[in-house]
Every structure is written in C-alpha cells, then in structure tokens.
C-alpha cells in the first residue's frame, strides 16, 4: 500500500489570485494578478524559496513544437504540464539561524514521507547496519528515491539478502546498493573497511552512523574493550577519522543516538577515565553501558562538530523513537517481551527512520551544524551532552585507545 503523503501546512498556501512560478535557475516568485505584481517573498510566511536544480524523479522538460514553450512530461503517466513540476517540491532558503527552523514533520511522518519528489541521483550514502531495523528503512527509503547504498555491515549473506528485498521491490533501486565488511567489534576490520570505500568512491555525501547493539553481557572485544562502547561509540569514532578525505562542504554525518543519553551515569565533572566506559563485570549492567553509549555518540557529534566546522561539514546527531521493535531488543527475552507488548504503541521502522533521513537530506538544514533532532526537528539534548570539558575529554580518551591498539592515531585533523 502505498504512503500517504503529508497534508498540505494551510500556512504555506497562497491567498487568492496569488500564482507560484520560478526562474530558470531555480528562484521562486510570486505573483498577484488582481494587482499586476510579483514579489520575491511568500505573501503569507514571508519567506524566500527555491527549487531544485533537478527534476523530480521521473519528470522531463521538452521544448513544445508548436509554441515553442517548455513543457514538463511524467514519463510513467505521459502527463503534460507548462507548470514546473518542482514547484510542488519549493523549500525555503535554509534558515541562518537555528530559531527560523519551522517544523514541516512530525512523529507520524515516515521516511518516505520526508524523501517525496526528492531526486538523489548522484549521491551516495554510506550506513552502518543497514541490513536491518531502523537501518534497513533508511537505506531502502535512499536508494528508492535514486542514492547509491553502501551497506556497512557485519553478516553480508544477510545484507545481500536485505537488498534483495530492495532490488524486488525497484531493480534499480537494488542495483545501487552495495554491501562492505564491517565489523564494529575489531578496530581493524573498521579500517579495511574504510579502505574499500576510498578504492569504490571518491566522496560521501552521508555518513549515517546507524548501528548499535543493545542489552548485551559483558563482554571484551578483539581490542580489549568492553563491546557495547565499542560498538556503539569507538569504531564509529575510528570509521569518521578513516574517511574524513571522502568529505567536502556538501557532506552531512548523521549519528543516530538515542533519549536514553539523558540517563548515562558517565561522570560530568573533571575527565573521562577508560574505566568509566569500559568499566569491570563487578560493575557492569547492560542498560548503563547503553545509555552511556548514547551519550557519547551525542558528545562525539558535538566535538565532531566544532572540529570540523571550518570544513562546511554538518554534523547532526539524533534519537530515532522509543522502543521501536526492531532486531534492537534481540540479546535477551525480557527486552524482546518488553518491546513487543509496546509495539503497537510506538512508531513502525519506517517512521522511526524519517528524523535520520531528515537529518542526511533536508534542504533547510544546509549550513547548519552541532544539532541534536527528534521527531524531525531540532531540541536540546540533555545538559551533561553540552559540557565542553566531557566533549573534548571523550575525544582525547577515544583517540588514544585507538592508538594504543593501531599505533596511529584517529584524530585527523
């Protein structure tokens, strides 16, 4: 069945006799028949707008022989037009500051929901745990609207499987997707993976840093540290620095967090020490180490942020829903039972994917960075996330556990 699209917001609808058209290189006007004048500006929000330089995604433009005026056809339908199709598809200049951000989704809204009439040809996205969950929508939802998919995953039977299931559904879809080996749980597979992706691709346009596990036992990875943190945080810290010569001014890096930060027991005043992420098994529970995890992955978007700020490079971090029932709750039968009896009251995969592809694609965010997104609009993390001091300790600590283990150095400044 297919989505149902957004209403349209009656804020952004013309008053009578108003008409929307735009110039040839893509800036929209306004004009009035009753009083014989145009305008630069939205007659209602008061607010610039512009339309892709690209066609939506099936669209073409021709040149009418008779009349010789331009027309646009949807090649499925063969419908003609003389209106341009990206109209229907206009955004607002992106916003200079944070607080001119209007909220255009919401809980309710799906990934797919937020991608309508984009056309991503051309780009390419790279995302950890693709081939499942919340991943699994964000990558099918990218690559149904034109992306190129690198699935970073660890199991590539059950990736190849996952864009089989894409490639059922659109072939060309299917035909964009790739799969990597990546291991989060050993620093050295997440290097041969970033290794590949410099061979395959000269840019990224997204990084989604999506995988993560959740209620695991204690555990020591390969490297020697526990795995949650591991997972969740280090080789994701580790796989950013590895790919930071694939970035430029147009690449967005997206790291999906979680509430959860808001209860990470990490200490807030002086330095981070390895135990406090790593700590013992006498002083293990799993449900900490998530949270904690989380709140490093808001922390390290922060750093990652300021760092790389000078480079044009929007840095976004962000929480995906509340116990949404994915392979997430899969390490033990109480989570599974919990996350099943809630599951009809919490968002579907394809919801809870639409703030991360917000985050990797919405116009209005060009040029903003260090955000923290839920329900597809900005909102303040929690207030040990915003320490500085924790910000950059974390960032020190993870770059040298890394070395310790590699004999180099993560930062790549």
């Not at 964000?138 to 660890?154: K, M, N, P, Q």
Request: overall charge neutral.
């Amino acid at each position: 069945m297919p989505a149902l699209m957004p209403e349209s917001d009656s804020e952004d609808e013309l008053p009578p006799a108003w008409e929307e058209r735009a110039t040839s290189d893509g800036f929209v006007y306004y004009v009035n028949h009753q009083s014989k004048s145009t305008q630069w500006t939205h007659p209602r929000t008061g607010k610039m707008k512009r339309v892709s330089g690209e066609l939506p995604l099936g669209w073409t433009r021709h040149i009418e022989e008779e009349t010789r005026k331009v027309i646009f056809v949807e090649e499925k339908t063969q419908r003609k037009s003389y209106t341009d199709p990206r109209l229907a598809f206009a955004v607002e200049e992106a916003p200079e500051q944070v607080g001119e951000l209007r909220q255009r989704f919401d809980s309710g809204t799906n990934a797919l929901q937020v991608l309508h009439g984009r056309d991503l040809n051309g780009m390419v996205a790279l995302i950890t745990g693709a081939n499942t969950g919340i991943g699994f929508e964000t990558a099918r939802s990218l690559a149904l609207h034109g992306c190129e998919v690198v699935f970073a995953c660890r199991d590539e039977k059950a990736t190849q499987v996952a864009i089989e299931r894409i490639r059922t559904e659109k072939e060309a879809a299917g035909a964009r997707c790739s799969f990597v080996s990546l291991d989060l749980a050993s620093l050295r597979s997440t290097k041969r993976a970033a290794e590949e992706m410099k061979k395959r691709h000269k840019h990224i346009n997204m990084l989604i840093l999506n995988a993560g596990v959740f209620a695991l036992p204690h555990s020591i990875t390969e490297d020697g540290f526990e795995r949650t943190f591991q997972v969740n945080h280090l080789s994701h810290f580790y796989l950013t620095q590895l790919l930071s010569d694939l970035y430029d001014h147009a690449t967005r890096i997206v790291v999906v967090s979680s509430e959860s930060h808001r209860m990470s027991t990490l200490p807030v005043g002086g330095g981070l020490s390895e135990s406090d992420l790593c700590p013992p098994q006498h002083k293990f529970w799993s449900m900490i180490a998530y949270n904690n995890s989380k709140l490093c992955n808001v922390l390290f978007a922060m750093e990652l942020a300021k760092r790389w700020k000078s480079r044009g490079i929007s840095v976004f971090v962000l929480h995906p829903g509340n116990m949404v029932s994915s392979a997430l709750s899969r390490n033990w039968w109480f989570y599974r039972f919990l996350f099943g009896l809630v599951r009809p009251f919490t968002k579907s995969l394809q919801q809870a994917a639409s703030t991360t592809v917000y985050c990797a694609t919405a116009y209005e965010l060009t040029g903003l960075t260090a955000l923290y997104f839920n329900n597809c609009y900005v909102c303040d993390p929690s207030g040990t996330s915003k320490s500085e001091q924790l910000q950059q300790s974390l960032w020190e600590l993870s770059d040298k556990m890394i070395q310790r283990v590699m004999g180099e150095q993560a930062d790549a400044e």
